[in-house]
């Protein structure tokens, strides 16, 4: 308290200083006196305090002895409790768990028992429902049994002896009733059919199915025999091997006979405990069953089946719903639906598809026949709502009628490339092909055939005073190709008149068949016949004038045809003078590769001649007379073999062709000698001689002899180097003043047919060197 009262002093001494001296000494004298007033106070309060915390403080102390004591006997407990409650405490969970282990064990011998009491109590209540024909019940009880076994097989570390005894007697079980099922699935449908040996009409007239409708009258059983027997089939888990068996024996024998020999009916005899199907033979039919008369048959076999087999539940009533039952039917269905109507499609409704657009209005009967079959046979349960193969397939007539048609166009097309090309028809502009009627133009196409009609009108007004072109300007000249080109053509025109009267998709597809047609010619006939086309010379004439008489036709087809298909073809598709540059070139490079053959051959007859040189011996003049004489029988051959053949112009460029070659052949030969007597050239000129005069009788195109003498007169003009030939036989026979004058300076016809070294060649070979043969050749510049 001294620091406060001193500092409080300071303080009032330093506030008093301004006080008065006089005031000072009273001032501090009260001062001093409330500092010893507060210092009693404070005093007071502090020992009020204190005895107001020392009660606290003995309570407190009070408080920790007895916490102290109470701990000391926690202590005492505890260890009380380790020591002798903790041992008892594992006793007794060591006791509970014993016990608890000894319960489970004796509940799963419980269970297991009665586990085999109740697969005991279900293998007998199938031996008596067995013995009872109760084959429902029996199946049932087989199925427990089963259940059972099964459960006793899922517990594990548990095994038993017994269970391979019970699994061993309940296979057993199941396949002595499997078994006693089977004979009585044998008496409830028959099949009496004919050896396996035989087939055909005969044998498929003789099938028959036996189906027993009631028990006989010593046998009593739940039920419909039929049902009771299917029904545990279904059960034991095999009935579908037993319906697959049934399914495809209906196939066989009943179902696909029906489909494959129209003349077979289904005949049905209802008797009191048996109902047979069987065939009413007929006469047999020619025509194929019609899809209207066969869908009658078929459902008529469905229906006495429905009745008397099919309309069976596979399972029991109770507990179900009678929608939620699946029935015989509908088993049977997806088992053999599926070939059935692979059946109908292909061997009925293919058959059934019109062969012309014609035909396609009536089709609706077959839409409708088959709508209705497949109505039957889901009201049957036969078929699910969802299994619409056979009426898709003929709704999609036009799609197949389509397919079909080109099928066809492709298949008659290709029999026609690979006949004999021999076969031929003679082409003159008086004997072109007679095109077909079109029908008027489709709508969207009229427009533009009046604008072209009009604009040719217009061409027509303004050419009237101008001479006009002969009608056969642009025909194909006279020649001959074989006939099954010409039916190739005409099938082309009919299979577009065809398109014009189609749907749009039907139009589009037999237009590109159309095309195809083309383009197989051009791969199939160049390969299917290429050693002929090599080896016969009229073949590859032929086969030049089909290919020249293809793209004829080729270049007008669109045209005639653009507007009368669909709109999709009238803005230029419609065309085939694509095709034309293809079969000219084709036609050409099997009549040149013909060409080069026949070269070969005269180059290798004349080669033969050996160089006609030293003619003076006989042998070799024997042997250059023989070369020639065969070159002109080969070209008389040609000549014979391409008459009436190739048009007149290309007869003569091609017989002009190898004429040329043949004496191009002589001439080089002949030029090229060094040394000719004057028996050699007479011999040479006799030789030339025979090929000038023979050489024109080989340019024979018509049969008419008198219409041939303009073209063996013509010779010059095909024959390149025919009048060469003739200079030839002018230098063989002449003497030096003549061939000089013939040369005139090289203004000469000998100057425009031989060159100057050729001719001095000639002179060293056929004349002597003389001072007269020196002055000549000098003057051969």
């Not at 009935?239 to 020999?261: D, E, M, N, R």
Request: charged residues 25%; contains cysteine.
């Amino acid at each position: 308290m001294a620091a406060p009262s001193g500092s409080l002093v300071a303080a009032v001494l330093a506030h008093s200083g301004r006080l008065d001296k006089e005031d000072l000494g009273t001032r501090i004298g009260r001062l001093s006196r409330r500092v010893e007033d507060l210092k009693g106070e404070v005093c007071n309060m502090i020992n009020k305090k204190y005895n107001e915390f020392l009660p606290s403080m003995q309570s407190a102390e009070e408080l920790v002895a007895r916490v102290e004591a109470l701990s000391g006997s926690v202590e005492l407990l505890k260890a009380g409790i380790e020591n002798e409650v903790q041992r008892d405490l594992t006793i007794a969970v060591a006791e509970f768990t014993e016990l608890k282990q000894q319960l489970e064990r004796d509940s799963l011998v419980l269970s297991v028992l009665k586990k085999l009491q109740e697969f005991d109590a279900a293998i007998k209540e199938h031996n008596t429902a067995l013995l009872e024909k109760k084959y429902v019940v029996a199946a049932q009880q087989l199925q427990k049994a089963r259940s059972s076994l099964k459960a006793l097989e899922s517990r594990r570390g548990f095994e038993l002896k017994i269970l391979k005894a019970l699994s061993t007697e309940l296979t057993v079980q199941t396949q002595n009733m499997l078994y006693q099922l089977g004979e009585e699935w044998q008496k409830l449908a028959v099949w009496k059919l004919p050896p396996a040996k035989e087939s055909g009409l005969e044998a498929a007239a003789r099938s028959e199915l036996h189906l027993r409708t009631a028990p006989p009258q010593e046998e009593e059983v739940s039920g419909p025999p039929l049902a009771s027997v299917l029904q545990a089939f279904a059960l034991l888990g095999e009935l579908q091997a037993k319906l697959k068996t049934f399914g495809q024996l209906l196939l066989k024998h009943i179902l696909k006979p029906l489909v494959s020999y129209p003349s077979l009916q289904p005949l049905t005899e209802e008797h009191s405990d048996v109902f047979i199907l069987r065939f009413s033979p007929q006469e047999p039919a020619l025509d194929p069953c019609s899809p209207v008369e066969l869908f009658g048959k078929i459902r008529l076999v469905f229906e006495v089946l429905h009745k008397y087999l099919l309309n069976v539940p596979l399972e029991q009533a109770g507990g179900q719903a009678e929608q939620g039952r699946l029935t015989l039917a509908e088993l049977l269905g997806e088992l053999i639906w599926e070939e059935l109507s692979d059946c109908l499609i292909h061997n009925c409704l293919v058959e059934s598809i019109p062969a012309s657009s014609s035909e396609l209005e009536h089709y609706t009967e077959v839409i409708k026949a088959t709508e209705d079959f497949e109505k039957a046979l889901k009201e049957m349960k036969f078929l699910k709502g969802d299994m619409t193969e056979l009426l898709r397939y003929a709704r999609n007539v036009n799609s197949h009628f389509a397919n079909k048609k080109c099928q066809e166009v492709i298949v008659a097309a290709r029999s026609l490339m690979t006949s004999e090309i021999h076969n031929t028809v003679k082409i003159t502009p008086e004997s072109s092909m007679a095109l077909p009627k079109l029908p008027a133009p489709r709508a969207g196409a009229h427009f533009s055939t009046q604008r072209a009609a009009e604009a040719a009108a217009e061409a027509v007004g303004r050419l009237g005073a101008e001479p006009r072109l002969s009608r056969h300007t642009f025909a194909l000249p006279p020649c001959r190709v074989s006939a099954s080109v010409q039916q190739l053509m005409e099938l082309a025109y009919h299979t577009l008149l065809e398109a014009t009267a189609s749907t749009d998709q039907c139009c589009v597809q037999l237009f590109y068949s159309v095309r195809n047609i083309f383009q197989l010619f051009y791969d199939v006939v160049p390969t299917y016949h290429r050693e002929n086309l090599l080896k016969f010379p009229q073949l590859a004439a032929i086969h030049h004038n089909n290919c020249m008489y293809l793209a004829h036709h080729l270049l007008t087809l669109g045209h005639q045809f653009s507007y009368h298909l669909t709109n999709i073809l009238c803005d230029g598709a419609a065309t085939f003078v694509d095709l034309v540059p293809g079969f000219r070139r084709l036609g050409m490079e099997c009549f040149l590769a013909q060409m080069r053959v026949q070269k070969g051959e005269i180059l290798e007859r004349l080669s033969s001649a050996r160089n006609f040189s030293n003619l003076d011996d006989e042998d070799n003049f024997c042997a250059a007379t023989k070369a020639v004489r065969q070159v002109l029988h080969q070209l008389k051959r040609l000549g014979k073999v391409w008459q009436d053949v190739l048009p007149v112009n290309v007869y003569c460029k091609a017989m002009g062709t190898l004429l040329n070659t043949a004496l191009s052949e002589m001439v080089t030969r002949i030029a090229a000698l060094e040394d000719i007597s004057a028996e050699d050239a007479d011999r040479l000129y006799s030789l030339c001689r025979t090929m000038l005069e023979e050489g024109p009788q080989v340019f024979t195109p018509l049969p008419e002899e008198e219409s041939n003498k303009k073209y063996q007169e013509e010779v010059p003009v095909y024959v390149q180097r025919w009048m060469t030939f003739k200079e030839l036989m002018l230098i063989l026979q002449a003497n030096l003043q003549e061939i000089v004058d013939q040369w005139a300076d090289g203004k000469g016809p000998l100057a425009a047919e031989f060159s100057a070294a050729e001719v001095k060649s000639l002179i060293r070979a056929l004349f002597q060197n003389t001072e007269r043969r020196a002055a000549a050749l000098a003057r051969i510049k």
